[in-house]
């Protein structure tokens, strides 16, 4: 992974997804990053949200906005980590245009695992941080 | 409640609701019927759908428009039961503007409660139930 | 077309479809159906919502849920249309697990084409009213 | 204003704001931002989505999450702008819980201000401008 994103994944839009301005309301590129993560989370990293007993919850998020998108345009997402601490973890992401590859926002997002039941902070359950380290962070192979 | 709803609600919009044509998009006037149901059966009918080991699962739900509305334009929806069998309940709803009380749309939603792990049908909870019959059903007094 | 849909498109889910029963939200059907009614409007009958004189509303729908689905599980949407009328046409939709096809819903929708500024019926344009005969009515030769 | 927010006010939640883990998804949160900050322009400080020359697309915007909130609690915003440019304006908003103020979550918002047609940046409208020095910026008088 040299400088880019470890994980891709497509994001379709929706009708709804687009305001009264007819392109992509803002809230849309958090649902499309915090999808890519828990996609990421669940299918690759084998996180079960029904049933873990540590759950990601996001303290914290960020986008910038360097252009804009419209239904039924398809966008993808890039999913790196930047930082991997004892319970949280922060991601970065880019929302790109599929073919072109231009750039439409970056974004980021803090996710810190705590217990279903307490909501105090865990540790990054082990397979979850084995699979950050392997796939997303910036000095993994790939 | 002669002809009407015996449970009338406010529902503001989002500036997100609206979408390329400037208008609500029609799937936010499912979500104005389903938030005011569950609001009523959590708020009048003593409902918790976090602990509940009974829950309700949408079965069918249709909607007519007569009418389009915009944000930030409040709405009100008015909400009354057609029909309350063992463990179905029909709800009939109409989303008003709140001055004028024109008429935007009328909807209908089917629940059937059911057990919260092995999603097969429960009885209506006999508290829900005393509810929808005291306040809800045509021949109500109110 | 013989007895299905005459298009069938994917719609993948979003962590936010879910709702606190941890499946997808009533109302997220009604966003597939309205999406893949107007991706197909837009990408096959050449309809461009941005600048058509003649826009879409929809008039009514309705939906019946057969089984429940969850992020991140994707759907399939089939696309069929069950009457033409000089202003109408009635959408009927069916939403599919991908692989065993198995029903999670069906539902209609029913748009009338209005004048972007008078908000009165017109004609559904030509080149939509021919690509919905061609690929989406029961008779299509598919 | 001193040291708080020059306007308040209400966001009532939906059925569907809560996600898989029973409390409003982090979208939400963005949503409520972008429909205060609306909401505002147009009822206090008379924009007008629908015909305005000049039209504010968010650049930028961040969210920091202190608790967590769930359907049907009500929720309140509060607004004020930290920075006044030629073009762009930063707001600041907090999200508190209605009666005991505590807070749920801080965020901010870049607009900048554009021509509806060519979107390249404008001077923010007269009016507006007048409308966020009077009420929104800390050293108004209120």
Redesign the interface.
């Known amino acids: 992974m040299s400088g880019g994103y470890g994980h891709v994944a ?3 839009t ?3 997804d ?5 392109h992509l ?3 849309i590129y ?3 990053m ?2 890519t993560i ?2 990421w989370l ?2 690759v990293a084998g996180f079960d ?2 049933s873990s007993s540590a ?1 990601a ?9 360097q252009a ?1 998108a ?3 345009e398809p966008l993808e997402l890039g999913l790196r980590a930047s930082r991997l601490g004892t319970s949280s973890v922060t991601w970065e992401l880019g929302v790109l245009r599929p073919v072109s590859h231009d750039l439409v926002a970056t974004g980021t997002f803090v996710h810190v695992f705590v217990d279903r039941t307490t ?1 105090r902070p865990v540790p990054i359950p082990a397979a979850i941080r084995a699979a950050i380290e392997r796939e997303l962070l910036p000095d993994s192979a790939a």
Do not use: H, K, Q
């Open positions: 497509p994001f379709p929706r009708w709804s687009n305001d009264s301005y007819g309301n803002n809230t958090y649902s499309a915090d999808t828990n996609a669940i299918e949200p029904a759950i919850l996001c303290v914290s998020s960020s986008c910038e906005f804009s419209s239904f039924p909501r």
